[in-house]
């Protein structure tokens, strides 16, 4: 008569193949998640915050450096562009790299600006100057994604300060 067998059946994984598992598929989402498109919020919200750390960035460099500069701005479209004001009065393209870049993101545009003493510009080039002092207005631009969502970006004249909110806000929320 045969014996019974008494030894245990192991079946399953053990915690190390399962570590191994995870690390794997950790990398594999490090290299694919950033090549994923984004969507129109996304692009919305970079814009509005890449916006307002280059305004804040500009101001500092015209203090430091005591270059000026002005935002040209087209509403309506997707121009937002630096100048540089050269020693002449001359307008040319800035020398800091950073700077020659467009804050906005594929499908994004300016909806409009506000500036008190101009009101609410929806169209035409617009030109705000950032002196050693900073920007002398208060300024309020507004973004639009192609789905109609908005976010606003809000410059505060003299302080250098520069919030971007959710949302088409014309007072502070």
Same mark, same amino acid.
């Given at each position: $008569? @045969? ?23 950790? $990398? ?8 994923? @498109?984004?969507?129109?919020?996304? =692009? ?30 087209? @509403? ?45 510009? =929806? =169209? ?29 970006? $809000?410059?505060? @004249? ?16």
């Amino acid at each position: $008569m @045969p014996r019974p067998r008494c030894e245990k059946s192991r079946s399953g994984f053990t915690l190390i193949e399962i570590a191994v598992v995870m690390a794997i598929i950790g $990398m594999v989402l490090l290299l694919v998640v950033p090549r994923l @498109p984004t969507t129109d919020q996304e =692009n919305l919200k970079i814009s509005a915050r890449t916006v307002a750390s280059t305004i804040r960035y500009l101001q500092e460099r015209a203090a430091t450096s005591r270059i000026a500069y002005y935002l040209s701005i087209e @509403p309506g479209t997707d121009s937002l562009k630096i100048v540089e004001i050269g020693g002449d009065g001359s307008a040319k393209t800035p020398e800091d790299p950073y700077l020659q870049k467009s804050p906005l993101k594929e499908g994004i545009v300016v909806s409009d600006v506000r500036i008190p003493r101009l009101g609410k510009v =929806n =169209n035409g080039q617009l030109r705000v100057d950032v002196g050693v002092a900073g920007i002398r207005d208060f300024v309020t631009i507004h973004l639009r994604s192609e789905a109609g969502q908005f976010w606003t970006v $809000m410059i505060f @004249p003299s302080g250098g300060k520069v919030k971007a909110f959710e949302g088409y806000h014309e007072e502070l929320p």
